[in-house]
Structures are given as structure tokens and as C-alpha cells.
């Protein structure tokens, strides 16, 4: 049986690196609640995202349900966000009693369609919640314009955008804050973990509160918060695969680009064009089977693969205002293009030592269901 090949792989320092990375913790016996590497990790990536201020997280989602609560938000106001997510993004809302408003994305690079968010505004809109998906970079501008003129928060679910810029900014300047996701599956992994950027000193403390129970001090609960801390194992493997996350960047485009010069123009197979002044980190390579000119659907692509032990992903599909947790609530025709991209979307496996062998043996199997 040939070897199983997953949609993603998680990066990892040398086993030694990691070791030495986490020794001295068998001599400070110090392995969770804000310690030195979790210090050290922070000030490393507010350099990196060259933002005030980092606030780390255990994972992504919880980063993300914090800085909606911080926010303030009106009781069941409603936030307007893209159905075209993993399930983290809707849920983060929901759990924060708001209400989401699906929009529909663009047919280019799959995030929200700026251009239909106002006609969603309504007395009761209070934010805004776009993902830059597979870490293509929303229309920013046309967001905050929007922002401004109805005074919205934006908050940004920028989970797969490590690293990514735009006209040389990082992307961790755009709306109030970005939650990023540093589980095992993204580009930059901490094993599990988060990290939001924002530039409100007045956020600093209230997210601690909310990540930390409120504690301020060994007497003093002054908060009403839970626990989402990242821990030392966590930040010590951040500090480890942040040296390397330039190398690892730049194997992803090359076998990005191995994947592009297999597939690019091929009738039915629709690919995510480069974006314009972004520099992209290669997260994810998302193909869009159009069944009438390809000559297979996606669902038999992803069979085809699957019989090779090949294992690519459907994200995002189903999208979230079909969740059967959300059954009745929304309506799925509002959104069509999300709903025909899910239903035609593959996300093939990518990472940064999957070798050109493989690439090519995916490639040969997609190309080989092509219409005759
Ligand atoms: N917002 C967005 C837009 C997101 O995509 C996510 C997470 C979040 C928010 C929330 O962030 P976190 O709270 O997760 O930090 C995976 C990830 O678990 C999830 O982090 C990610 N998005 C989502 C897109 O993908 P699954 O259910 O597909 O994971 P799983 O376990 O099937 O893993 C996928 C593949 O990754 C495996 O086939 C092999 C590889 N893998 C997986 C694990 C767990 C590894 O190589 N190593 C590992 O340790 O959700």
C-alpha cells in the first residue's frame, strides 16, 4: 500500500532543536501561565506582524471569541460575515449571543463580497467579521470604508493569513484587531494555538482578564474571565518553527507553483489567481472543478484521489448557513456563490515537503477524468 498523503502536514523543528528549546523548563518547572517563552514568543511576532500589541492564545478559536466579547457588542446584534469558513468563525459569533448575517463571497478569490455588504446593513449591524480564506487578502479598503461610514467594528479572521502582506503591510494592520490560527495544520504552527493583533492599548488588560479569569493578583479577581492561555510547550514550538518560517514559505511556492503549472489553464479546473500587491504565504491550494467542462465532478475527483490513498479536503464545504446546528435559520440561496464554490471545491494537500513526485502523481489522476 502506497504511503497515505494527506491534505496538510504539520512543520516541525529538528527533534533536537525542540529539546533545546525546552530544557530549561526541567529546570524552572515553569510550563504554563505567561512564562518566559510565552514573553519571548510575543515580543518575537509583534516584530514579525509589526503590530503594538500580540496577545497569544491556546488556540485560534478562543482568540477569536475574546476580541468579539471585547468588543462590546449591542445583545443579538447582528455581524456580517461570510458563510465560506470553517465552522470556528460563525461559531465564535453565535457563542457571543450575536447574530450572523451571511454574505456572499466573490467568485475570485472566494472572500467576502465587499461589494454586497452594505444592502445587509441594517440598525442592528455592529460589526463586521470577513476571513481572508486560504489566506487571500479581503478587499480591506472597501471594508473599512464601509466600516467608517457606519461606524462597524471589523474584526478579521485572518487564521490562514500568516505572513501574508499587503502593498508590503502585514495583514495584521487591517479593521480593530486579526485573530490568527497557529494550529498544527497552518503554515506557522505553536502545536495548538492563536494569536490576535490589534493596536488599542485599552485591549491589552481586558483580553488578559478574558484569558486569565481575571486575575490580577493573587487576592484580586477583577474580571468575569475564563482560561485561554497558551502554554510554554506551545510558545517554545513557536519560537522553533518561527526561524524557520521564511524556508518553509518559500518549498510551499515552489510546490504551489508546481501545482499551477500542471492545472493552470485546464478546461473546468478553476484556480485562485494570484492576488495583485500581496505576497502570499501558500497556505492552502484550493481547485474549483466545474463539472460541465471538466468532465468530472468534484466529488468524483476526490474519490479518484481517495482510491490512491490520497487524502484532499473539501474546505469549505458544507458552508456554514447550511450547518445542520443552524437547521431552518438561514437562507442558503442568499449566498450562491459560496454554495456552488463549496460544492465544487477541492483543497488539495500541500506542504512544504511534499515532493514533486506526489504533485505530480495528484495531477495525473485529476487530468486523467478530464473529458475525453
Ligand atoms: N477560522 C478559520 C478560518 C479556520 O480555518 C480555523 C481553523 C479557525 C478559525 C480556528 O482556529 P483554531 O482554533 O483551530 O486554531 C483543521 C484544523 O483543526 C483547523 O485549525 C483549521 N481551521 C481547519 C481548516 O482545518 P480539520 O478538522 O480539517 O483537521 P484534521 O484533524 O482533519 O487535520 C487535517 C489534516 O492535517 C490531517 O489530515 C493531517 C494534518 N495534521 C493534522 C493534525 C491534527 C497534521 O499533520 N498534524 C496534526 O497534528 O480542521
Known sequence: MNEEILVTRSSMPDFEEYCNEIKDMWDTHWLTNMGDKHKQLQEELEKRFDVPHVTLYTNGHLALENIIAAMNLPKHGEVITTPYTFASTTHAIVRNGLNPVFCDINDEDFTIDADKIERLIT?????IVPVHVYGNVCDV????KIADKYGLKVIYDAAHAFGVTYNGESVAHFGNASMFSFHATKVFNTIEGGALCYSDDSLVQKLYDMKNFGIHGPEDVAYVGGNAKMNEFQAAMGICNLRHIDDEIEKRRIVTEHYRSRLENVSGIVLCKPQKDVKPNY???????????????RNDVFMALADNNINARKYFYPISNTFECFHGRYDVSETPVALHVSKRVLTLPLYADLSEEIVDKICDIILALRKK
Open 123 to 127: 440598525d442592528k449591524t455592529c460589526a
Open 141 to 144: 479598503e472597501k471594508i473599512q
Open 283 to 297: 497556505g492552502y491550494f484550493p481547485v474549483v472543478f466545474n463539472e460541465k467542462l471538466f468532465g468530472a465532478t
